[in-house]
């Protein structure tokens, strides 16, 4: 039985080993990298990201300053709070953890944060750097999804891709870098007539949508990669008749596992690939503060 899982911990591990000589590195140098982390009022779901962003970055030697602000905050509060961190020396990167209150204008928070510590890689100057083929600090699960393909050796140039969603911060940076690497790409959204004849015809399928079992065995070509990043909770019994939540992704795992050569698993894939990306990002982060530190000093 041949394993057709592309592991997300194994992807993540050398990144995260550079990730820890880095940070030693400016450790050595007097600069220790420090990622603040905005949660604007509470969610469950993102109390689980934050627990597994401050855990991964301890292992690598990053402070992780969490900060929980009220709900009801309004956009000139949260704006100040973003300047204050901008304007912090010992702060190298900032990340905005979503959802955020629909009261709130993500993109002027995004547009806020100064783009040498726009670790998620969302303001607009980071995001034109991915639209000029030269991005510093990508959209974390965009660049993590592209790292998953790479590892599985496949030739990107030519390769027929479709991607599943157009958001923001996924679904249309994935394709941005695609494009750069001269695959042909496809972006499927909710207006697509006709997604199966999509995605039956791509030699990777890109899937972030949010939805459990959109995409199924018989929408997938035969020895395909599928890159499932969609994260849904889903009601299930266990063994002993009891209701339970577990978490899944926007495949059906189980089948298309029979038709794809390669598929990341939900939980266990795109995620801990990403946190490993926040972390590379954040040191890239301090990285360009201390040059712009250390120009400054030049006379
Ligand atoms: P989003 O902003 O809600 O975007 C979802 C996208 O799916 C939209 O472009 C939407 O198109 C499209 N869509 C909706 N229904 C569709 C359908 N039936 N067929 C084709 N496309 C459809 O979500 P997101 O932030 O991109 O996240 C997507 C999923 O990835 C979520 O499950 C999220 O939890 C997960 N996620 C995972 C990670 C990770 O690290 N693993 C990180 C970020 C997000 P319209 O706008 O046209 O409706």
């Known amino acids: 039985m041949i394993d057709k899982r592309i592991l997300g911990k194994v992807v993540a591990k050398p990144i995260l080993e550079q990730v820890s000589r880095q940070v030693a590195e400016l450790q050595r140098r007097g600069w220790q990298p420090c990622l603040a982390s905005l949660e604007i009022g509470v969610t469950p779901e993102v109390s689980l990201y934050v627990r597994n962003q401050e855990r991964v970055a301890r292992q690598v030697g990053i402070r992780f300053e969490h900060r929980q602000l009220p709900a009801q905050i309004t956009q000139a509060e949260v704006l100040s709070t973003i300047q204050a961190l901008n304007t912090d020396p010992r702060i190298g990167g900032i990340i905005m953890q979503r959802p955020i209150p629909r009261h709130l204008s993500l993109h002027a928070l995004q547009e806020a944060i100064h783009p040498t510590k726009d670790v998620e890689g969302m303001s607009p100057f980071n995001i034109g750097r991915v639209v000029y083929g030269d991005s510093l600090m990508g959209p974390c699960t965009s660049v993590a999804s592209l790292e998953l ?151």
């Not at 940076?173 to 695959?183: G, H, K, M, T």
């Not at 939540?245 to 390669?262: F, Q």
Request: include cysteine.
């Open 149 to 299: 393909l790479k590892s599985t050796g496949v030739e990107l140039r030519g390769l027929e891709a479709v991607v599943v969603g157009h958001s923001e911060i996924v679904g249309k940076p994935i394709a941005l870098y695609l494009l750069e690497s001269l695959a042909t790409v496809t972006v499927c959204h909710h207006g697509t007539h006709d997604l199966p004849s999509h995605t039956r015809r791509a030699d990777v399928v890109f899937v972030a949508v949010g939805k459990p079992n959109l995409i199924k065995a018989d929408m997938i070509k035969l020895g395909a990669i599928v890159i499932d990043i969609g994260i849904n909770q889903v009601e299930c019994m266990n063994e002993d008749g009891q209701l339970r939540t577990k978490t899944v992704g926007d495949v059906d795992y189980e089948g298309v596992c029979e038709v794809a050569r390669w598929i990341t698993p939900v939980p266990g894939g795109v995620g801990p690939v990403t946190v490993a990306i926040l972390m590379r990002n954040t040191v890239q982060a301090v990285q360009l503060t201390r040059q712009r530190y250390e120009n400054s000093m030049q006379v």
